[in-house]
């Protein structure tokens, strides 16, 4: 994990415990953005440590132009029964799921925004509450690049009730 990813993750642990007590409907549903550097990086650690897991990864997933959409169905694979990950201590989890509920979306002339998602349960105050965490997120994604976050959106606008933290 970067650093910036590392950063991210130290705000949100308040907001992350929050969602695991709730409900992790972040892991239960929709698509989850993986940079073809992740997406390498995961199939490494499954071929070393999890290999029953690296053909139903693959299945889920979706190649495009420099990433790929995981399809999560109806619970991401590597949720374990006390609704934590299994990829998240080894380092390979993916960056998005440490945005959660952050998402940066397309606007009016491919003008990125940071939004924090409402469709979850009531966590995601914190982060309206915490302005470094949208700051933190647009340093990540000025450093995996504009370019790559705006042929995601082009693929898969996404979809969920947000409040816009932050223009960029």
């Given at each position: ?79 374990d029964t006390w609704n934590l990950c299994r990829l998240h ?80």
């Amino acid at each position: 994990m970067s650093g910036d990813a590392a950063a991210t993750n130290d705000l949100n642990a308040p907001l992350a415990k929050a969602c695991q007590q709730a409900c992790v409907k972040c892991c239960r549903e929709g698509k989850i953005f993986i940079p073809d550097a992740e997406f390498t990086r995961i199939e490494h650690w499954l071929t070393a440590i999890s290999p029953a897991d690296l053909p139903e990864f693959r299945a889920r997933s979706t190649a495009h132009d420099g990433f790929h959409l995981y399809e999560q169905g109806a619970g991401c694979q590597f949720l374990d029964t006390w609704n934590l990950c299994r990829l998240h201590v080894p380092g390979v989890k993916p960056r998005e799921c440490f945005w959660w509920p952050l998402h940066v979306f397309a606007g009016a002339d491919d003008q990125l925004e940071v939004c924090v998602s409402t469709d979850c349960c009531s966590a995601y105050k914190h982060v309206v509450q915490e302005p470094r965490l949208a700051n933190e997120l647009q340093t990540e994604v000025e450093g995996l690049g504009r370019d790559l976050i705006l042929k995601l959106r082009k693929q898969f606008p996404g979809v969920c009730q947000r409040i816009v933290l932050k223009k960029f």
